[in-house]
């Protein structure tokens, strides 16, 4: 058995489309792929031609209050760092 199979579902990571993301912010997927461009959502996933989006990611920029890309990386970042120091 491999270690992905072992993995239980909520582990997982769930990824989402534009279509999804817009039902999750009441929007038109046409906006959503505005706010991408303009950098205002979370940096999405590349699969090939594909764009998708971490549902947890999502999730955690909308509870800091859907900060721009930019400012959204470097909390992002700060919080990685800080959860790296308490590992080490």
Request: net charge positive; glycine share 4%; with cysteine.
């Amino acid at each position: 058995m491999t270690a992905l199979a072992t993995r239980s579902p909520q582990s997982r990571a769930v990824l989402i489309d534009a279509a999804r993301l817009a039902e999750i912010l009441n929007c038109s997927r046409r906006h959503v792929e505005a706010m991408d461009c303009t950098g205002k959502l979370p940096r999405p996933i590349r699969l090939g031609r594909l764009k998708k989006f971490l549902l947890s990611e999502v999730e955690a920029w909308l509870s800091a209050g859907a900060p721009s890309r930019d400012h959204w990386d470097r909390i992002r970042s700060e919080h990685l760092e800080a959860a790296g120091d308490r590992v080490a």
